[in-house]
């Protein structure tokens, strides 16, 4: 191997965590979406929160800490609120061990009137 590929591997060695975040993140995210109940009357197109999850050694939850949500007003709390809850009831045991976990919690609202596009034979 030349210098230039071990660098490149010796470098991704440092930084386990950032590879494999983003599914166990998703599978949280999934986990989670399962029983999530929306807020009735959302006035909004989209809206965002981002959840630091802790695991303990048995996989239990132990943590969920808010980070960000958006839209930034009383909405977009009680979005987040609304999103911390689902993890609480449905991520609440997971195959992750001793870890913190970025969770993002997504909503974008069904267009009415869009056309449908269709591929052309």
């Known amino acids: 191997m030349n210098k230039t590929c071990l660098a490149f591997i010796a470098a991704l060695s440092l930084f386990p965590s950032t590879l494999h ?3 166990i993140a998703e599978v949280i995210a999934d ?3 399962k029983c999530w109940v929306l807020p009735e009357k959302m006035d909004y197109q989209k809206a965002r929160a981002v959840f630091e999850v802790t695991y303990n050694a048995e996989g239990d939850l132990t943590e969920v800490i808010a ?9 977009g ?3 987040a609120l609304s999103a911390q809850q ?4 449905c991520a609440s045991k997971a195959a992750i061990k001793s870890r913190t976990i970025r969770v993002v919690m997504n909503y974008t609202a069904p ?3 869009d056309t449908l596009i269709m ?3």
Do not use: C, H, W
């Open 119 to 121: 591929k052309k034979r």
């Open 111 to 113: 267009r009415s009137g």
């Open 86 to 89: 689902a993890l609480l009831d």
């Open 67 to 75: 980070v960000e949500y958006q839209p930034v007003r009383e909405a």
């Open 21 to 23: 975040a983003a599914p």
């Open 77 to 79: 709390k009680i979005f």
């Open 31 to 33: 986990m989670a979406a």
